[in-house]
């Protein structure tokens, strides 16, 4: 393995995205085979950009002309897209994903990555699954949208661990459970080997991720790459860029208007986690965002800057206090409460023996 500490990457990806909108948004069509495809009314035109899973279980496909998935499934509804629409949906997961407060990127409309590697230890996988699970349905309850998470130690495992659990999956694989996991499936389920690729590989006797493995030292560089792959030796995270970008803490609260004060105290206990967690890292903060969504799931949230970073839990809470009130001027009913702190710096230990000094 390649660094010091086996990094904890999970990959998220949002089951047929365009379709689930369009079932969110128009419940009678859940369970029945749908597709979003751009067609003409005697569907001679177009292709599937998204299907249902009862339409894939008929054979339907993403990339398919509209034609052949009419002919394979007769009674497949056909549901012209709504881009912009799709978007802004889009937006709004990823704002979730920002409120879990760990390092996130985002690859496509539906899909991107988490870094954990600062929150959870191959140790407790456990941990590892409780998040997976409460992250999935945390989208659903807040967002109405299925999803699937693969979580490995690296992007491409963990990728391929969400492809395999999907839909609807959380699918975790430890480190050393890797070759036992990923043997005996296709090559093709790497990302980045396609249709070429595997048959450059089933010429050459190549059929399984096993034999693949077996191939040592590799023979060609497409077997090099995929026991790249496989041993764990691939990028973990985009970039080199070690540092945290913020610290978020945040809560789900269903607080009456009449319980304002439980909001405030929580509010309270979340500066105070983040704050203990500032001092771990050894981290003070220049910019506080306070994030409030209220019962009718509108997310708002307020930030301000300091001249000066800091860790100081007073200054912080003063702060926060005062974006609270402006975000509720008047008691409301509060559904989830957050803080963040970003525009993070280091506390470099010699500077500060050189300001005691001068002191
Ligand atoms: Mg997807």
């Known amino acids: 393995m390649g660094g010091e500490t086996t990094e904890v990457i999970a990959h ?18 859940e369970g029945r085979p749908v597709a979003v495809a751009y067609s003409n009314e005697d569907f001679t035109q177009g292709v599937i950009l998204s299907a249902s899973y009862e339409a894939r279980k008929l054979g339907v496909q993403g990339g398919m002309p509209v034609t052949q998935a009419k002919r394979k499934c007769p009674e497949l509804e056909i549901i012209p897209p709504r881009h912009g629409f799709y978007s802004r949906v889009s937006k709004a997961v990823f704002e979730e994903i920002c409120l879990l407060g760990y390092e996130w990127k985002q690859t496509s409309i539906d899909e991107g990555y988490l870094r954990l590697t600062n929150a959870f230890s191959w140790d407790e996988i456990g941990e590892i699954e409780s998040f997976g699970h409460d992250f999935q ?11 699937t998470i693969g979580i490995c130690s690296t992007r491409t495992l963990a990728k391929i661990t969400s492809t395999i659990s999907k839909p609807k999956g959380v699918g975790v694989v430890a480190p050393s459970k890797v070759i036992r996991t990923f043997k005996s499936y296709f090559p093709k389920i790497i990302p980045g080997i396609g249709v070429k690729a595997s048959e450059f590989l089933k010429q050459r006797g190549i059929y399984t991720i096993q034999q693949a493995l077996s191939d040592f030292p590799p023979s060609n560089k497409l077997v090099g790459f995929i026991q790249q792959v496989i041993y764990q030796r691939t990028s973990t995270w985009f970039g080199n860029t070690r540092k ?20 405030n105290a929580e509010l309270h206990r979340l500066i105070s986690l983040a704050t203990q967690k500032l001092k771990t890292e050894n981290l003070e903060t220049r910019t506080i965002t306070v994030i409030v969504r209220d019962e009718n799931y509108t997310t708002r949230s307020k930030a301000l800057s300091l001249s000066h970073s800091s860790q100081n839990y007073n200054l912080l809470e003063k702060v926060a206090d005062e974006l609270f009130s402006i975000l509720c ?31």
């Open 12 to 29: 998220f990806d949002l089951d047929s995205f365009f379709v689930s909108v369009e079932i969110r948004e128009n419940p009678s069509l």
């Open 137 to 147: 349905d945390r989208i659903f309850s807040e967002l109405r949208l299925p999803i």
């Open 244 to 263: 945290r970008k913020s610290i978020g803490k945040n809560r789900t609260i269903r607080a009456k208007k009449e319980e304002i004060g439980r909001v």
């Open 329 to 359: 001027p008047v008691p409301m009913a509060i559904r989830l409460i957050g803080i963040r702190f970003s525009n993070l710096e280091k506390i470099d230990p010699h500077q500060s023996k050189i300001t005691q000094f001068l002191h």
